[in-house]
């Protein structure tokens, strides 16, 4: 089955890819989730539409991303949650929550479907994050989760 990504899935590509999957894949995960739409000659046209929109917000090129890699790497990210006893989150941190902390601490902007979390955070402490900048670019910062 032939699709068009319109959202970046992990292992599959980014949107506005064409990509050959499985029919059970593509009928029953990622059109349903709105992570696909069925591919046409009249969809393939809205590829350079969803393209388009994915170049405004991405990170323009290595350069670029070799620069926001820096920028991270010297970040002091903190983040504030209620805990009860122990350190123990109500809930847990999202990615969300970790992008605007990277905002509050003076960094740049980031797209939290690229955050690679080293499981879920439920107890406060500090926890290494990784995001994906670019292809060949990884960046890596110390989230530091306190009660508050």
Do not use: C
């Not at 820096?70 to 983040?79: D, R, Y």
């Not at 797209?111 to 990884?138: A, Q």
Request: proline residues 5%; aromatic residues 4%; charged residues 25%.
């Amino acid at each position: 089955m032939k699709i068009i990504l319109t959202q970046e899935v992990s292992g599959l590509g980014a949107p506005g890819d064409i990509v050959e999957v499985k029919n059970g894949y593509g009928r029953n995960y990622l059109l349903p989730q709105g992570f696909a739409i069925a591919w046409t000659k009249g969809a393939e046209k809205q590829v350079t539409l969803i393209k388009r929109a994915r170049s405004a917000r991405e990170i323009r090129d290595l350069g670029h991303a070799n620069e926001v890699k820096g920028q991270l790497e010297g970040l002091k990210v903190s983040l504030k949650a209620r805990a009860g006893d122990g350190g123990r989150l109500f809930g847990s941190v999202t990615p969300a929550e970790i992008v605007d902390a990277v905002k509050a601490a003076g960094g740049p902007v980031l797209d939290r479907r690229r955050l690679e979390l080293p499981g879920h955070i439920k107890s406060t402490g500090s926890y290494p994050v990784r995001i994906k900048l670019h292809p060949e670019v990884t960046a890596k910062f110390d989230l530091n989760v306190v009660q508050g």
